[in-house]
Antibody
Framework: EVELVESGGGLIQPGGSLRLSCAASGFIFSSFAMSWVRQSPGKGLEWVSAITTSGASTYYADSVKGRFTISRDNSKNTLYLQMNSLRAEDTAIYYC??????????????WGKGTTVTVSS | ETVLTQSPGTLSLSPGERATLSCRASQSVSSSYLAWYQQKPGQAPRLLIYGASSRSTGIPDRFSGSGSGTDFTLTISRLEPEDFAVYYCQQYGSSPLTFGGGTQVEIK
């Protein structure tokens, strides 16, 4: 069964750091680009970041550029999102999603259940 | 950035009725690179449609997508109780990937 399981969310103070992980199973992880998509409370979906198969290319939304870093470990079938200088507006459910191709310009066919990040003092 | 505007914000319908959801792009979406997702409360989004009109695996044929350029439509021919949810469109023709604000289909 194809599955994505996120972890690492929690309550963090403004200015703090957090690292999210996404464990993949049931498909050849190294063959597909991966993305992080977030959803603020009661709001819509916002694409955050993406990474190609080898990790050579990474992409970020302007709202997180310079603060967040996406990476992957294909030997561990795991995707990461390092989040620094967190702000209240980063509060959201963070979803890990599999892209259907090696390149990031595409739709996402598998989604995890999400992990919640709350930035508050 | 391609901005996607979904309308209406909320659609109040009864089971068995037809639902028509709109997604309008601020610029032409190349090669009809548009997807639709369904999201129920407390759940992750689920892919319904890609390439503007192709149904994803396991999606019932009461769901159909159409459109090109800047105007796209998701149609649910006859609403089943499990179809009441929020629907999002997403374009993948240009960077960054963007989503519409969503349409909530609620029971009338």
């Amino acid at each position: 069964e194809v599955e994505l399981v996120e972890s690492g969310g929690g309550l963090i103070q403004p200015g703090g750091s957090l690292r999210l992980s996404c464990a993949a199973s049931g498909f050849i992880f190294s063959s597909f680009a991966m993305s992080w998509v977030r959803q603020s409370p009661g709001k819509g979906l916002e694409w955050v970041s993406a990474i190609t198969t080898s990790g050579a290319s990474t992409y970020y939304a302007d709202s997180v550029k310079g603060r967040f870093t996406i990476s992957r470990d294909n030997s561990k079938n795991t995707l990461y999102l390092q989040m620094n200088s967190l702000r209240a507006e980063d509060t959201a459910i963070y979803y890990c999603a599999k892209t259907v191709t090696p390149g990031y310009y595409n739709y996402m066919d598998v989604w995890g259940k999400g992990t919640t990040v709350t930035v508050s003092s | 950035e391609t901005v996607l505007t979904q309308s209406p914000g909320t659609l109040s319908l009864s089971p068995g009725e037809r639902a028509t959801l709109s997604c309008r792009a601020s610029q032409s979406v190349s090669s009809s690179y548009l997807a639709w997702y369904q999201q129920k409360p407390g759940q992750a989004p689920r892919l319904l449609i890609y390439g503007a009109s192709s149904r994803s695996t396991g999606i019932p044929d009461r769901f159909s997508g159409s459109g090109s350029g800047t105007d796209f439509t998701l149609t649910i021919s006859r609403l089943e109780p499990e179809d009441f949810a929020v629907y999002y469109c997403q374009q993948y023709g240009s960077s960054p990937l963007t989503f519409g604000g969503g349409t909530q289909v609620e029971i009338k």
